[in-house]
């Protein structure tokens, strides 16, 4: 086996765990009503997280989705390394973008 193999193999195991969290990060949230989720800063979330459920169970929700469709198109159809690793790698790096962004926004201090 190359070491492209195998690198490869360990992105595409990588996949299910991190599209396992991101879903039950959506799940407390969306359906638990777990607010200690939502646009955290420091593992903090703000002082009214409530404002920000919506956007923080979007972006879990979306992310999450979008990286089970992707495992399940490699499974299936067979897509192709380029595909799937530009795929599952832009739709990484945005959750963490829209989810620093969310955070810091919801933990601005506001003026009165």
Do not use: C
Not at 14 to 39: C, E, H, M, N, T
Not at 77 to 83: R, T
Not at 91 to 108: P, Q
Request: no cysteine; hydrophobic share 50%; aromatic share 16%.
């Amino acid at each position: 086996m190359s070491l492209f193999t195998i690198i490869t193999w360990m992105m595409f195991g990588g996949l299910f765990p991190i599209s396992f969290f991101w879903l039950r990060r959506a799940w407390r949230i969306g359906i638990k009503k777990d607010y200690s989720y939502v646009a955290l800063k420091r593992g903090t979330p703000p002082e009214n997280p409530q404002r920000f459920v919506i956007y923080s169970l979007g972006i879990n929700l979306i992310s999450g989705l979008v990286l089970v469709t992707v495992i399940l198109l490699i499974i299936t159809i067979g897509l192709k390394y380029d595909s799937w690793t530009a795929i599952a790698g832009t739709t990484i790096w945005m959750k963490f973008f829209a989810e620093f962004i969310l955070s810091r926004h919801a933990h601005a201090k506001r003026k009165s």
